[in-house]
């Protein structure tokens, strides 16, 4: 899928929920069930507070022109190569000079939110959920288990599809003996949001997709969620140290 419009799908949940982004839902909704783009809509995108400033840097670090380049897109939300090519300065500045997330948390969180580049964080939308605590789109509050599961990028395998209804079989978030991990597998429901002709409305059980406050994003392979689930747990454990 293109990047912009594959960028979109995984923005549109929080913005529909008015977490962040333009109070623009219905504008990126109408892009995403006409498969269309343009200057609007990459403008649009580019009022995300977070996810852009990520995007950027990203592609800046990789010698990428566009930010929305599908690469660059994958990189951020599931995970690819191009993020073993941003070094810790590089990640400890941005999060300073592009997010100014010092501001937002304060010194001491952001030391310890910055002592995890040392251990291995990477500027991946997990690192961002699990462990800088704070949303830092329009409601700047700590997150809840429930809303990092929700903000976190899932994954399942469909098992059953009824109309606008996907049921997945996914781990969940939980809080166990005082630590964060991923539970045992469960089903869970979730609803289509938008209407479009792409793959995700013609979905068939086997297959795994992705998932963004309850809204499916895309179909994957089972390389790019071992990647995800990768990512997903090495900031997991990161979070687990300063709990």
Known sequence: MDGILRCTRYGFGPNRLHYCGPDANSE???????????????????????????????????????????????????????????????????????????????????????????????????FHVLDVWKRTGHLERDHTLESMDECRIGWGKVVEVSGPKIVVETEPLIYLNTKLQLGKKIKKTVTRKLESEHDIEQLKPGEIITIHWSVPCEVITQKQADTLKKYTIRHIALANLTI
């Open 28 to 126: 990126i909704k109408a892009y995403l069930e006409n498969n269309a783009k343009d200057p609007g809509l990459t403008a649009l995108l580019k009022n995300f507070e977070t996810m852009y400033p990520y995007l950027r840097h990203i592609a800046q670090v990789n010698n990428i022109k566009d930010p929305f380049d599908e690469k660059v897109v994958e990189a951020y939300w599931i995970g690819n190569e191009l993020l073993d090519n941003i070094g810790k300065k590089e990640f400890y500045h941005h999060l300073i000079d592009n997010l100014h997330l010092k501001k937002k948390i304060g010194t001491k969180s952001f030391d310890i939110v910055t002592d995890k580049i040392q251990q291995g964080a990477v500027p991946h939308h997990s």
